[in-house]
């Protein structure tokens, strides 16, 4: 066990120093029910990179080191300031059990599927308290190989706390639990936000985390945290129920596809003089806007693309509104000259 650590900490420590904006990241985490799971990862670069030479790996209930069998290679390409989601390869619509389909509102907004026999590849099975690292190398076809010994493997950012198992809120691991909001973090005080729930990284984060030695994991310090579902609604905001007299669950994926980081030059139109803020983000309901000189009008979407709030300002240099249920939402603002800015804003 110790040499484990000793490896991770020698292949950790060549990215320790990484500059802002320089390297790729996970910039949202999805541990849905069943096998609804998927991983977004972020380029806050100005250039096009291959993910051929990047892994996903992970760390299985408190593990301290992985192997090419709990990895897996990843393929296509990821454009300057944009997001490859990364999702579970389980597309069988007559799946059951182990293999139950992932929900179609999330496989629409994969870039890719990985790991779709567990035996082969179970990297892509987490469930709240594993973690995931993100590494850039080559696999070799050794499933035991442990992945601190391939040359050249190096860890680009790791969520989670590698060799620690969070407890449930009954202080048991079985069943898994996950990373809480209160100190320790171990699930043992505070919400659990890590097992089912999606995890979106702060706009304000502009790198990997790559140290394996970190004393404690605290999931809401560099993300934000929203449930894996939400209740259905109707046109005028109340609840729609099923056949069975209970709500209508959709899974809350619409912020898969984009990310917003500070990384982005192009997040705030380049005519403008003034730097666009919406805060405080996430909010308890009530946002001001700030930084346009000429916003026309605002439009709110939720997760499920269905407006709900929609706002004339007529050239209005600032202004606030309110959204009164809790989940993730779309701000979309026109500009009197045209221009249209998307902002993602969350209601805790």
């Known amino acids: 066990m110790k040499k484990s650590l000793i490896l991770l900490s020698l292949v950790f420590a060549s990215f320790a120093n990484a500059q802002d904006c320089s390297k790729i990241f996970i910039s949202e985490y ?5 096998n609804n799971k998927a991983l977004e990862i972020y380029n806050p670069t100005a250039n096009p990179i291959n993910l051929a030479g990047y892994v996903i790996a992970r760390y299985s209930n408190g593990s301290t080191s992985a192997q090419v069998k709990n990895a897996v290679q990843l393929s296509g390409t990821v454009a300057p300031y944009s997001v490859y989601v990364a999702v579970i390869d389980k597309q069988d619509p007559n799946g059951t059990g182990q293999e139950a389909p992932v929900w179609d509102s999330l496989a629409v907004r994969a870039d890719g599927f990985y790991s779709p026999d567990y035996n082969t590849s179970n990297a892509m099975y987490w469930n709240g308290d594993d973690a995931v690292v993100l590494l850039q190398g080559t696999l070799t076809s050794d499933p035991n190989q442990v992945l601190t010994t391939i040359a050249g493997m190096t860890v680009i950012d790791i969520f989670g706390k590698i060799g620690e198992q ?34 979106i990284r702060k706009s304000t984060i502009k790198k990997g985390e790559t140290s394996p030695t970190i004393s404690f994991f605290n999931p809401l310090a ?12 109707d ?3 109340d609840t729609l129920y099923g056949t069975s007299g209970n709500p209508i669950l959709d899974g809350n994926w619409n912020s898969l596809g984009t990310h ?26 009530i946002f001001q806007i700030k930084g346009l000189s000429e916003i026309n009008s605002i439009v709110v979407v939720n997760a499920l693309g269905q407006k709900v709030k929609s706002i004339n300002l007529k050239g209005a240099s600032s202004t606030s509104f309110e959204i009164e249920l809790k989940g993730v939402y779309f701000v979309q603002l026109e500009t009197t000259s045209g221009d249209l800015i998307t902002k993602k804003v969350i209601v805790k």
């Open 30 to 34: 999805v541990e849905g029910w069943s």
């Open 166 to 199: 969070p407890t449930n809120d009954q202080g048991s691991t079985s069943p898994a639990g996950g990373w809480s909001t209160d100190f320790p973090y171990t699930g043992m005080v505070g919400i659990i936000v890590t097992q089912d729930h999606s995890l």
């Open 222 to 233: 560099e993300y934000d945290s929203i449930p894996a579902v939400v209740v259905r609604l």
């Open 235 to 237: 046109a005028n905001g």
């Open 260 to 285: 917003d980081c500070g990384c982005n030059p192009l997040s705030v139109k380049e005519n403008t003089k003034e730097v666009l803020s919406i805060y405080p983000n996430p909010s308890k309901g």
